[in-house]
């Protein structure tokens, strides 16, 4: 293990180059989200927030699955309610609301069965790799449960209401290939080229400017949930804060010279 790698109890966290990859590793339970998973999660993504060397976060699963929810087992331990709710649940947002707001491009790369919290999980990165064949579904109907975490407003946004409850009513199973037709999924590729997919990705990523992305992430996260006179004034705003970075100049002087632009850190 080198201290660029990080084994944890539930995951392993491997820096990739420009890339950190944090891959579930609890393939006999699909990758259920435990307590246990949920610490090693925010700790791995905390890692990579700190670590300035890394430009994108990849979140990725072992063997058949992306990640199956909820261990459900767990869930069964928990009595009451707000045993439910405090000992599970708000961690698992807190959580989710790190990789949401991880100011660095986040990709899901679903690999195989992604159900219930799991597809919660993939909602919150920015972008959406799958499997053709990858198994997909909200899930949530067929155990008597809600998307307690946000599963509903992120489908409602990327899917339309109609759709959305269509998925979330009969907790159906769709592959990467027929969500990406539905746009849920940004790539839907063979299973065999899914990780070069996603690896060629984050190189292209890691080339543009860190601050431009990360303000680019605010617009849209932020900007979903205004008006366009509020959300114009947010991207002005950005935009203004943007420039003094000096990316923009980089930028243009690169094209000017017929050379890639080199971002610092801070642009």
Same mark, same amino acid.
């Given at each position: 293990?080198t201290a660029?790698?990080?084994?944890?109890?539930?995951?392993?966290?491997?820096r990739?180059?420009?890339?950190?990859?944090?891959?579930? &590793?609890?393939?006999?339970?699909?990758?259920?989200?435990?307590p246990?998973?949920i610490?090693?999660?925010?700790?791995?993504v905390?890692?990579?927030?700190?670590?300035t060397?890394?430009?994108?976060?990849v979140?990725t +699963?072992?063997?058949?699955a992306?990640?199956? +929810?909820?261990?459900?087992?767990?869930?069964?331990t928990?009595?009451?309610?707000?045993?439910?709710?405090?000992?599970?649940?708000?961690?698992?947002?807190?959580?989710?609301a790190?990789i949401?707001?991880?100011?660095?491009p986040v990709i899901?790369?679903?690999?195989?069965?992604?159900?219930?919290? +799991?597809?919660?999980?993939?909602?919150?990165?920015?972008?959406?790799?799958?499997?053709?064949?990858?198994r997909i579904?909200?899930?949530?109907?067929?155990?008597?449960?809600?998307?307690?975490?946000?599963?509903?407003?992120l489908?409602t946004r990327?899917?339309?209401?109609?759709?959305?409850?269509?998925?979330?009513?009969?907790?159906d &199973?769709?592959?990467?290939?027929?969500?990406?037709?539905?746009?849920?999924?940004?790539?839907a590729?063979?299973?065999?080229?899914l990780?070069p997919?996603?690896?060629?990705?984050?190189t292209?990523?890691?080339?543009?400017?860190?601050s431009?992305?990360a303000?680019?992430?605010q617009?849209?996260?932020?900007?979903?949930?205004?008006?366009?006179?509020?959300?114009?004034a947010?991207?002005?705003?950005?935009?203004?804060?943007?420039?003094?970075?000096g990316?923009?100049?980089e930028?243009l002087?690169a094209f000017?010279?017929?050379?890639?632009?080199?971002?610092?850190?801070n642009?």
């Amino acid at each position: 293990m080198t201290a660029q790698e990080h084994q944890f109890q539930t995951l392993r966290y491997e820096r990739r180059g420009r890339g950190a990859w944090i891959v579930l &590793t609890r393939p006999k339970q699909r990758n259920a989200l435990s307590p246990q998973l949920i610490d090693d999660l925010g700790q791995s993504v905390e890692l990579a927030r700190k670590d300035t060397d890394v430009r994108v976060l990849v979140i990725t +699963g072992t063997e058949d699955a992306f990640c199956a +929810g909820a261990d459900l087992k767990h869930l069964r331990t928990l009595t009451t309610p707000a045993e439910i709710v405090n000992g599970f649940l708000r961690p698992l947002t807190n959580v989710l609301a790190a990789i949401r707001d991880l100011p660095k491009p986040v990709i899901a790369a679903i690999n195989g069965h992604c159900v219930a919290g +799991g597809i919660e999980m993939a909602l919150c990165c920015d972008l959406i790799v799958a499997a053709d064949d990858a198994r997909i579904a909200d899930g949530h109907a067929r155990f008597g449960l809600l998307p307690a975490i946000g599963g509903a407003n992120l489908l409602t946004r990327a899917l339309g209401p109609h759709k959305a409850k269509e998925l979330l009513f009969t907790g159906d &199973t769709y592959t990467g290939a027929q969500l990406a037709e539905l746009n849920l999924v940004n790539r839907a590729v063979p299973a065999d080229e899914l990780e070069p997919t996603v690896t060629d990705l984050v190189t292209t990523l890691a080339t543009r400017s860190p601050s431009g992305l990360a303000r680019m992430k605010q617009m849209v996260n932020d900007g979903t949930s205004l008006s366009w006179q509020l959300a114009a004034a947010l991207e002005l705003s950005l935009t203004e804060a943007h420039l003094a970075t000096g990316a923009s100049a980089e930028g243009l002087a690169a094209f000017v010279e017929r050379r890639p632009p080199q971002f610092g850190l801070n642009q």
